[in-house]
Protein backbone atom coordinates (compact mmCIF):
# COMPACT_ATOMS: atom_id res chain seq x y z
CA UNK A 1 0.00 0.00 0.00
CA UNK A 2 1.16 3.66 -0.84
CA UNK A 3 -0.20 6.94 0.93
CA UNK A 4 0.23 9.83 -1.10
CA UNK A 5 0.52 13.36 1.10
CA UNK A 6 0.40 16.66 -1.54
CA UNK A 7 1.45 20.22 0.39
CA UNK A 8 2.33 23.28 -1.31
CA UNK A 9 -1.07 24.64 -1.93
CA UNK A 10 -2.08 28.09 -1.22
CA UNK A 11 -3.69 31.33 -2.72
CA UNK A 12 -1.65 33.36 -5.45
CA UNK A 13 -2.24 36.28 -7.63
CA UNK A 14 -2.24 36.12 -11.55
CA UNK A 15 1.08 35.77 -12.73
CA UNK A 16 2.75 34.20 -9.53
CA UNK A 17 3.67 30.64 -8.71
CA UNK A 18 3.94 28.14 -5.99
CA UNK A 19 5.08 24.31 -6.14
CA UNK A 20 3.22 21.85 -5.04
CA UNK A 21 4.87 18.64 -3.07
CA UNK A 22 4.11 15.13 -2.93
CA UNK A 23 5.57 13.03 -0.36
CA UNK A 24 4.88 8.84 -0.88
CA UNK A 25 5.25 5.84 1.78
CA UNK A 26 6.71 3.01 0.95
CA UNK A 27 10.27 1.90 -0.71
CA UNK A 28 8.91 1.13 -3.61
CA UNK A 29 8.15 4.75 -5.05
CA UNK A 30 11.20 4.62 -7.57
CA UNK A 31 9.08 1.70 -9.25
CA UNK A 32 6.13 4.29 -9.49
CA UNK A 33 5.09 6.59 -12.52
CA UNK A 34 3.49 9.73 -11.11
CA UNK A 35 1.02 11.90 -11.83
CA UNK A 36 -0.90 15.47 -11.22
CA UNK A 37 -4.55 15.96 -11.76
CA UNK A 38 -6.67 18.78 -10.93
CA UNK A 39 -10.51 19.31 -10.26
CA UNK A 40 -12.01 22.68 -10.39
CA UNK A 41 -15.30 23.44 -8.86
CA UNK A 42 -18.44 21.96 -11.03
CA UNK A 43 -15.93 20.58 -13.48
CA UNK A 44 -14.40 16.92 -14.25
CA UNK A 45 -10.96 16.14 -12.89
CA UNK A 46 -8.33 16.84 -15.40
CA UNK A 47 -4.79 15.33 -15.97
CA UNK A 48 -2.14 18.22 -15.66
CA UNK A 49 1.38 16.45 -15.61
CA UNK A 50 2.85 13.15 -15.23
CA UNK A 51 6.36 11.50 -15.18
CA UNK A 52 8.10 7.96 -15.19
CA UNK A 53 9.91 6.22 -12.54
CA UNK A 54 13.28 7.72 -13.43
CA UNK A 55 12.07 11.43 -14.03
CA UNK A 56 13.53 10.89 -17.71
CA UNK A 57 10.24 11.55 -19.48
CA UNK A 58 7.42 13.99 -18.91
CA UNK A 59 3.89 15.00 -20.41
CA UNK A 60 1.72 17.78 -19.62
CA UNK A 61 -1.47 18.87 -20.98
CA UNK A 62 -1.85 21.82 -23.35
CA UNK A 63 -3.35 24.29 -21.05
CA UNK A 64 -0.04 23.79 -18.82
CA UNK A 65 2.61 23.14 -21.50
CA UNK A 66 5.52 25.85 -21.08
CA UNK A 67 4.50 27.32 -16.91
CA UNK A 68 4.14 24.24 -15.11
CA UNK A 69 7.04 21.64 -14.21
CA UNK A 70 6.77 18.30 -13.02
CA UNK A 71 9.86 16.64 -11.45
CA UNK A 72 10.94 13.82 -8.59
CA UNK A 73 13.29 13.03 -6.21
CA UNK A 74 12.96 9.42 -5.57
CA UNK A 75 15.86 9.70 -2.80
CA UNK A 76 13.42 11.77 -0.82
CA UNK A 77 9.96 10.05 -1.90
CA UNK A 78 8.60 13.47 -3.62
CA UNK A 79 7.28 14.42 -6.81
CA UNK A 80 6.76 18.16 -7.49
CA UNK A 81 4.78 20.40 -9.83
CA UNK A 82 6.74 23.87 -9.76
CA UNK A 83 3.60 25.97 -11.57
CA UNK A 84 4.73 29.50 -12.75
CA UNK A 85 2.57 31.99 -14.44
CA UNK A 86 -0.56 30.94 -12.76
CA UNK A 87 -4.05 32.36 -14.31
CA UNK A 88 -7.12 32.15 -12.53
CA UNK A 89 -8.18 28.86 -14.58
CA UNK A 90 -5.70 27.13 -12.98
CA UNK A 91 -7.52 27.83 -9.62
CA UNK A 92 -8.39 23.92 -8.60
CA UNK A 93 -7.75 20.88 -5.80
CA UNK A 94 -4.66 19.96 -7.40
CA UNK A 95 -4.32 15.64 -6.70
CA UNK A 96 -1.34 13.49 -7.10
CA UNK A 97 -1.38 9.46 -8.04
CA UNK A 98 0.74 7.00 -8.68
CA UNK A 99 0.98 3.37 -10.15
CA UNK A 100 3.15 1.40 -10.55
CA UNK A 101 4.48 1.21 -13.78
CA UNK A 102 7.85 2.90 -15.38
CA UNK A 103 6.12 4.81 -18.36
CA UNK A 104 4.38 7.95 -18.34
CA UNK A 105 0.77 6.96 -17.40
CA UNK A 106 -1.55 10.18 -18.55
CA UNK A 107 -5.03 8.46 -17.80
CA UNK A 108 -6.71 8.56 -14.46
CA UNK A 109 -8.57 5.34 -14.53
CA UNK A 110 -5.02 3.72 -14.61
CA UNK A 111 -3.62 4.86 -11.17
CA UNK A 112 -3.81 3.22 -8.33
CA UNK A 113 -2.95 5.71 -5.97
CA UNK A 114 -4.47 9.22 -4.90
CA UNK A 115 -3.67 11.99 -2.65
CA UNK A 116 -6.37 13.95 -0.79
CA UNK A 117 -5.49 17.20 -2.39
CA UNK A 118 -4.75 20.41 -1.95
CA UNK A 119 -6.37 23.34 -2.98
CA UNK A 120 -4.69 26.18 -5.35
CA UNK A 121 -6.43 29.43 -5.41
CA UNK A 122 -5.04 31.92 -8.07
CA UNK A 123 -7.04 35.00 -8.03
CA UNK A 124 -6.98 38.16 -10.18
Known amino acids: QVQLVESGGGSVQAGGSLRLSCTAS????????MGWFRQAPGKEREFVAA????????YYAHSVRGRFTISRDNAKNTVYLQMNSLKPEDTAVYYC?????????????????WGQGTQVTVSS
Open 26 to 33: GRTFSRYS
Open 51 to 58: IDWRGDST
Open 97 to 113: AGRANIGVVVEDVLYDY
